[in-house]
């Protein structure tokens, strides 16, 4: 069955990918990005199927804006596809604190701004599904991540929560949590690197940069399989809370998961037994 798409980030990496299948699928496609032009020429041009959409994420107007014409022309949204975000990398102290507000701004609240757009449509109609794109930063601490992590377990507790609001519409909500793909994220478009320098930082700091960018275009995820892999996850009339994609964010978050449960019992002689000597 035919369903309408609203990616944002649409222009590249993943979310043309997203993009890519979901027309070549058949279904209804909108397309968003800063610079819709490139987008509709990453996607080959205007098509029936396809809107393109002006959208800076941080923007709520924007927003709404892209939200409206999706209506105007398709006349609903069932999956919205979370996708944009940017990278600020470098140890926290190396972090402006304008770069670490510019990092939650894009990858934090940008998503809430096109999902509060959105949500009034799906409500209406008593149906969608939000899929927000996390990351493995989002489940694991990473180093030379602090601001990015942040954003991203920020992601985490948002759509966690989400899901209690909107299930009671019909509404579905997915967590998706990629490892390394190839999606252009490290890209110099994309990564912003620490303004500030510290001599005690330094030497580290610059050997990881060094690494960091070696990675880029060596990843060994497959952001074209990536997205077959959500077009499937949209099609479950149960999705999923959380997807985790990718060989090496499973390890990872499984090991996270072991880690946690380790914690809780180390954590039960000093944190059982706090409560109130008058509780019931």
Same mark, same amino acid.
């Given at each position: 069955m035919s369903k309408v798409f609203f990616i944002t980030g649409a222009g590249r990496g993943l979310g043309a990918d997203?993009?890519?299948?979901?027309?070549?699928?058949?279904?209804?496609?909108?397309?968003?990005?800063? *610079?819709? %032009?490139?987008v509709a020429q990453a996607l080959g041009g205007e098509q029936d199927n396809l809107l393109t959409a002006a959208l800076d994420i941080t923007d709520p107007a924007a927003a709404q804006r892209a939200v409206a014409a999706t209506v105007d022309r398709f006349g609903r949204i069932d999956?919205?596809?979370?996708?944009?975000?940017? #990278?600020?990398?470098? @140890? #926290?102290?190396?972090?402006?604190?304008?770069?670490v507000r510019a990092?939650? %701004?894009?990858?934090? #609240?940008?998503?809430?701004?096109?999902?509060?757009?959105? &949500?009034?449509?799906?409500r209406e109609q008593r149906s969608g599904h939000v899929i927000t794109v996390s990351s493995l930063a989002g489940v694991v601490g990473v180093d030379f991540c602090v601001a990015y992590s942040a954003a991203k377990f920020g992601i985490e507790? @948002?759509?966690?929560? &989400?899901?209690?609001?909107?299930?009671? @519409?019909g509404i579905r909500t997915t967590i998706v949590e990629p490892g #390394?793909?190839? $999606?252009? &994220?490290?890209?110099? $478009?994309?990564? $912003? =690197?620490?303004?500030?320098?510290?001599?005690?930082y330094a030497a580290r700091?610059?050997?990881?940069?060094?690494? =960091?960018?070696?990675?880029?275009?060596?990843?060994?995820?497959?952001?074209?399989? &990536?997205?077959?892999?959500?077009?499937?996850?949209?099609?479950?009339?149960?999705p999923p809370l *959380? @997807?985790?994609?990718?060989?090496?964010?499973?390890?990872?978050?499984?090991?996270?998961?072991?880690?946690l449960l380790a914690q809780v019992d180390a954590s039960r002689a000093l944190g059982s037994g706090l409560t109130c000597t008058d509780a019931a």
């Open positions: 997203i993009a890519r299948q979901a027309l070549a699928a058949g279904h209804q496609v909108v397309a968003t990005g800063r *610079r819709p %032009e490139r999956v919205l596809i979370n996708n944009a975000a940017d #990278f600020y990398a470098g @140890f #926290f102290e190396e972090l402006s604190e304008a770069q990092q939650i %701004e894009t990858n934090l #609240f940008g998503p809430m701004n096109v999902t509060r757009a959105v &949500l009034p449509v799906m507790g @948002f759509m966690e929560s &989400l899901r209690h609001d909107v299930e009671p @519409f #390394f793909f190839r $999606t252009g &994220l490290l890209n110099d $478009t994309s990564t $912003t =690197w620490a303004e500030l320098s510290i001599d005690d700091a610059a050997a990881t940069k060094k690494t =960091w960018q070696s990675m880029n275009g060596q990843q060994t995820g497959d952001p074209a399989k &990536l997205a077959a892999a959500l077009l499937k996850v949209a099609g479950q009339e149960q *959380r @997807f985790v994609a990718g060989d090496d964010c499973l390890a990872a978050v499984g090991a996270k998961a072991q880690e």
